[in-house]
């Protein structure tokens, strides 16, 4: 539960930090990704979740 709660604390930090410090270029990725066709956006999506477990695993295993 901890690495949850860790993970989940990193990721409202760094969104946090967008919001926070670069909200205009925060409205022109809105209006790219827009422009972005509905299976290419399923695509970057599924990118970044496989990218996002092999760093997990990739941590894990170096036992970080």
């Known amino acids: 539960m901890g690495w949850i709660a860790l993970g989940l604390g990193l990721v409202l930090v760094i969104e946090g930090l967008v919001f926070a410090l670069a909200p205009s270029r925060l409205d022109e990725l809105v209006e790219m990704m827009a422009s972005i066709s509905r299976d290419q956006r399923r695509v970057i999506g599924l990118a970044a979740v496989a990218l996002g477990v ?11």
Request: proline share 0%; no cysteine.
């Open 54 to 64: 092999m760093l997990v695993w990739l941590g894990r295993a170096l036992g970080v």
